[in-house]
DNA sequence: TTCTTGACTTAGACAATGTCCAATGTAGGA
DNA sequence: TCCTACATTGGACATTGTCTAAGTCAAGAA
């Protein structure tokens, strides 16, 4: 991720190793992960980093839109790099698992105007629900 | 909510002062309250209902089905008696008011088989976000 | 009506997640 | 190399939710 690198460089940031490590920790597909997962992941590689400090990067990669916010439960919110790309989510409802997926259509062409309240709807988020392969077979 | 109480009451439970004010407090359109909403709203009528109590009775009409749990935000869950009409949501980015929406179509219809991942969905939750009217105006 | 009993409620400790702050450290420019 | 504004740290605190032991009571039995 040397490219997130690269752009949080041109918007000043100043490249600390802690923000080093937590660009490395969210880098892949279908990346998902809860603030502590990212701390932990951090930490094997630089043990001493805070907690405060992984959730102000992450907050701070939310503010400036190179990563998303995505809450599928109730539980904590999970850290998504892949906002180039807008997409949605797949989750199993037995062990967790988030896949990216992306439906087709636009999501906002099912609401019709009398059930808009009076809204400007700016965008819809859809979760779908299921159960992965591997929660089946077992 | 007399129909509720009397589902509950075929259900065996029984019927005591803290789940009748929970009830009540569960009873009309686009209500969707945090269990802390829920709690002080009871204990306006039974000052002495524990925070447990109104947890507990939440899980329970959740259960079995007599209320769905709603996650608009990272924040607390909201619980929504209206669960025997299939709806979605409209939430107001500013305010944080929720109305219950009705899309038309299937919304799993727009994710494609090559899509799925090998998940077998169940369902799909929808999310609009948007300015309401209110805060379009101030 | 009164009694009995297992289900229900209570208060508060504890857990999980997230926010905030004062003290300390340091990246990057001068 | 030195400065200093910005970043990090550790821990206190806030919010939301779970759990348990002890006390209470709804509803059927007698
Ligand atoms: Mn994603
Ligand atoms: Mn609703
Ligand atoms: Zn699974
Ligand atoms: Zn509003």
Redesign the interface.
């Known amino acids: 991720m040397s490219d997130l690198l690269e752009r949080l460089r041109d918007r000043g940031w100043r490249l600390t190793a802690q923000r080093r490590v937590v660009a490395e920790v969210l880098d892949g597909d279908h990346v998902h992960y809860t603030a502590d997962e990212v701390h932990a992941r951090a930490a094997a590689r630089l043990p001493e980093i805070a907690r405060a400090t992984v959730y102000n990067t992450l907050s701070e990669l939310v503010s400036i839109g190179e990563v998303i916010?995505v809450?599928t439960?109730?539980r904590?919110?999970r850290y998504d790099p892949n906002a180039r790309h807008s997409h949605q989510h797949?989750v199993?409802?037995k062990c967790g698992t988030i896949?990216d997926?992306?439906?087709?259509?636009d999501?906002?062409a099912?609401?019709?105007e009398s059930?808009?309240?009076?809204?400007?709807?700016?965008?819809?988020?859809?979760?779908?629900?299921?159960?992965?392969?591997q929660c089946?077979a077992g």
């Open positions: 916010e809450s439960d109730g904590a919110k797949l199993c409802s896949r997926v992306h439906p087709s259509g999501p906002l099912g609401l019709p059930e808009r309240f009076g809204f400007t709807i700016s965008d819809a988020t859809v979760t779908y629900r299921g159960t992965c392969p089946a």
